[in-house]
């Protein structure tokens, strides 16, 4: 073969390399773009309210980090005493929303007498319970739904919408205890009401994405609101509730309880 022959033949295959190495950068550019647009849709997303609780919950529950501060706390043995406790705001908040929530019953019935609390750490199970006037067990026209399960299992439903009305330190955002919902594995509420002659009871569970339907029965006896849940402890980084938010939580069952009515 004549040198010619050879480097006619050896800048042919240094072509076709070429036209290779060019059809190799161009698949890598497409899968380059094609990731490019995969992470735009990765960075610009769109949450429903629930995912973005859940997502973000320092913006709507404060810190789901523990924190170490001296509190005023009651501890069995000793009573109230202040001392270092270590904490997670965010689990004491959602505590906190149904215990206010007992309290500012107290503004809407003068005759509510008790607010009770059971913490049960063996099942992870927090039940607050007042006799205060029942939240009244009767369907909402526009909502088509019962007023229990409209305020406790639906995001911007509040009665506290009234300017007019009294509370104790109560929000009215709309979101309350729906925010202790939707960080538990375990919700219920139950209340009766005597004037509308109604119990009804309703679960949720899975941070309020499951429920069944209510139930709902006659009633002859003396109005009460319990509300029951399992905090997801998961979402705060615990594996079970502690003595120091315990003691925290009963401090704030002495501190809000009992609370003068407002004349």
Known sequence: MSNGAAGSGGLAWLEAANGRGDAGKMEAARKDKAASKLSVERVYQKKTQLEHILLRPDTYIGSVEPVTQ????FDEDVGMNQREISYVPGLYKIFDEILVNAADNKQRD????AIKIS???ESNTI???NNGKGIPVVEHKDEKMYVPALIFGHL?????YDDEEKKVTGGRNGYGAKLCNIFSTKFTVETACKEYRHSFKQTWQNN???????KVKFFDGDDFTCVTFQPDLSKFKMEKLDKDIIAAAHSAERTTWPVPAKE
């Open 70 to 73: 001296q509190m005023w706390v």
């Open 110 to 113: 003068k005759n509510m007498t």
């Open 119 to 121: 913490i049960d750490p």
């Open 127 to 129: 039940s607050i319970w």
């Open 156 to 160: 911007l439903t509040s009665s506290n």
């Open 208 to 214: 309020m994405t499951k429920t069944a339907d209510p």
